[in-house]
């Protein structure tokens, strides 16, 4: 199957500081790439659905100014974890998708832990 | 809304014993149908899908499900499981809007 890259695998930041995640499709065009949070032993929750070149989407609860996306390319979107905070210490994943009928491929997952 | 459930949280069984892990979808229009695992320290991986067509869909790893449109249901089985098969597996299904929505997970952990 097609390879989607998550960047950084694991990141440790300060409280109040900023953090962005990479989200890279490899071998495909990505014209969908969503956003997961993945508390442990729980469920992937959708975050938000971003499309090339226009605004993310965002589900309800998810705070827009917090979680800033971009999907400036076809191949890649960015996640910012803006002023994190320890209650945003979470496994965030990614996946990216061509058409709308196709399999979306994920990425690693990044492990954020805010101190 | 369409929404996902799956009936095991956590199921254990011995090497050889036979799988089948639960899931019901809300929504009963045309419905595309995924099985997802996440194998320990791993990232999510498909197992199989269904579209349309044969609604008994074969995947890797001598995985199947039965999409029982009547039921609204999409189970996995497995005739006998290994223990490789310890793992998170995910029932996901695309709301309307086309966004992926997973089950709440079971976890399978397989005895040697």
Redesign the interface.
């Known amino acids: 199957g097609a390879v989607v890259s998550q960047h950084p695998s694991w990141v440790i930041c300060k409280s109040g500081t900023s953090v962005k995640i990479e989200c890279r499709s490899l071998d495909f065009q990505a014209t969908t790439m969503f956003w997961y949070r993945q508390f442990p032993k729980q469920s992937l929750m959708l975050m938000a659905t971003s499309n090339e070149g226009s605004k993310a989407t965002y589900e309800q609860g998810v705070e827009k100014d917090k979680f800033l996306i971009n999907h400036a390319s076809l191949t890649l979107s960015t996640l910012t974890v803006t002023s994190a905070h320890p209650e945003d210490s979470s496994f965030y994943i990614c996946s990216a998708r061509g058409d709308t009928n196709t399999e979306a491929f994920f990425g690693q997952g990044t492990r954020l832990t805010v101190v | 809304a369409q929404s996902v459930s799956q009936h095991n949280h956590h199921v254990i069984l011995s090497e050889a014993a036979s799988l089948e892990l639960g899931c019901n979808y809300s929504y009963g229009g045309t419905v ?1 149908l ?1 099985w ?1 695992v996440q194998y320990p320290g ?5 197992l199989l ?1 269904y ?1 349309s067509g044969d609604p008994l869909v074969k995947g890797i790893k001598g995985f199947e499900a039965e999409f029982i449109k009547s039921k609204f249901s999409f189970n996995l089985r497995k005739p006998s499981v290994q223990w490789s098969d310890t793992a998170e597996y ?1 029932c996901a299904v695309p709301n309307q ?9 079971t ?1 399978l952990s397989v005895k040697p």
């Open positions: 595309n995924f997802y791993q990232h999510l991986q498909l899908k579209f995910f809007g086309g966004k992926l929505i997973f089950g709440q997970g976890e």
